[in-house]
């Protein structure tokens, strides 16, 4: 059987940037300041563990220096909620 696959890469030239998970259709939605935006779906939250898992346990770590307060903020919300989620298996 022969098989095509498709390659897709896309830049988005803005500091802003919101990612979301939709729950409902399983898709990474991921959008700009200026409405450009791209939709993956058959995204589980399975997938999401393993990117969580690909960013925080790579060889290569993120540059803690970069980091601005707010997202210090978010990952001290992650940690609390990925605590809990663990704690009530």
């Known amino acids: 059987m022969i098989r095509q696959s498709t390659n897709h890469s896309f830049h988005f030239d ?3 940037l919101n990612v979301m998970y939709f ?6 939605y ?9 939709q993956v779906h058959g ?3 399975h997938h999401l ?3 969580c898992r690909n ?3 790579a060889r290569t770590k993120i540059d803690k220096s970069t980091l601005k307060d707010y ?5 001290h919300e992650i940690k609390d909620a990925i605590q ?3 704690e009530t298996k």
């Open 14 to 16: 803005t500091d802003v």
């Open 23 to 28: 729950d409902h259709d399983e898709s990474l």
């Open 30 to 38: 991921i959008d700009d300041a200026n409405d450009n935006a791209v």
């Open 43 to 45: 995204v589980t939250p």
């Open 49 to 51: 563990i393993m990117l």
């Open 55 to 57: 960013l925080f346990c």
């Open 71 to 75: 997202e210090w903020k978010q990952l």
């Open 84 to 86: 809990l989620f663990i």
